[in-house]
């Protein structure tokens, strides 16, 4: 029963803890970028440079050519420096507009507010990560102050001085060490982008894709690709950030093999048990065949006290495994280094049908494995069962 138990806990965690890891990561990857970006295409991958994109598409504000899509918007970034008086560092302006959807970074947001994109004209408030404000020395109200490179290097650079009205923290180091983000009429206004007849900007850097279901990105991105012209490129996050969707891949051979290992242990204590179990039982194999039984219908008593055995153990696996993942969902007891993680806690995915795969799939695992050595009761001679010491 211990082995049983303990088998299931470690089966338990391992799930709960790599697909949580991964949905995590993939969250936090489409929070900055969307799960497909639409672009100009351009063999110049420089964002100070970049071609942008007319807002004006077909496919804008609603992709009804492709199904399974739950919203696109308009951003554009560009590459700066924020300079203090004793230090600098290298950031990314993320633009965003008034169509901006600020789910992610609301739940992000640990001090102060968003920025108020929804103005008529832009305003200089920007929204920062806490660990650049601990770098750069900042704190809610402070003035950034902000170069942005022009395409003729040799010209002094745009300036802006962004106020800071909030903090965040994704957890994902890699983001939270350049994006910054603000109204994208900065980015339109420093690039001198088209604007209309109204003096509204008709030009963006991309559009961000967002799904409905993430396991559908390959086949989603091949039919945006498909019905988008010819002069857009298509990118899915994966393709852009290859190294960490490899990475997070490994997790599912790592969750696997501790399966494999948790059931062959689990098997292994069974077997060995049901064999004790038998040789104890020796001479009442004997007496029961001696007064007819047949081999299977002794087998079964075998058996079904060998299913008790895995049921019970099943039971207090159960209990103790999702009990521990309960607390680390609502009380993140066991915390992660995000520089390498990319996340502060273990993430925890729980859900039903794993749970109930893990049970079924163990039973009939260790039940049909178990006919194997419950085999040894046909070989038993009723009288020498009898005689058996």
Known sequence: MLAIALGMIMMLIAVAA????QEKIQEKVAAFNGHIIIS?????????????????????????AVSGIKYLQPVASKAGIIRTEND???????????????????????????????????????????????????????????????KDLEKL?????????????????DFDKTVI??????????????????????QVGSFEVFLDNFD????????????????????????????????????????YIIIGVMILISVINMSVMLLVLILEKTKLIGMLKGLGGNNWSIRKIFLYNASYIVLVGLFWGNLIGLSLLFLQKYFKLFPLDPSSYYVTEVPVYINLWYILALNIGTFLICFLLLLIPSQIITKISPVKAIRFE
């Open 18 to 21: 790599g697909v949580g890891l």
């Open 40 to 64: 100009k295409y351009d063999t110049n991958t420089s964002d100070v440079s970049a071609k942008p994109i007319s807002l004006h598409q077909d496919f804008y504000p609603k992709f009804t």
């Open 88 to 150: 600098f560092e290298g950031v990314t302006l993320k633009g965003v507009g008034k169509e901006y959807n600020w789910t992610y970074f609301t739940d992000f947001l640990t001090q102060g507010q968003l920025p108020n994109v929804n103005d008529a004209r832009e305003n200089n408030q920007v929204l920062i990560s806490e660990y650049l404000a601990n770098r750069l020395g900042f704190k809610l109200g402070d003035t950034v102050v902000t170069h942005f490179p022009k």
């Open 157 to 173: 650079p745009n300036t802006r001085n962004f106020k800071i009205v909030g903090l965040y923290n994704s957890g994902f180091q």
């Open 181 to 202: 983000v603000a109204d994208i009429r900065h980015i339109q206004r420093m690039n001198k982008w088209e604007k209309n007849e109204y003096k509204e900007y008709t």
């Open 216 to 255: 559908e990105l390959d086949l989603k991105a091949k039919e945006i690709y498909q019905n988008t012209d010819s002069f857009l490129k298509v990118t899915s996050i994966k393709d852009k950030y290859y190294t960490i969707f490899e990475w997070i891949k490994i997790f599912d051979f790592n969750i």
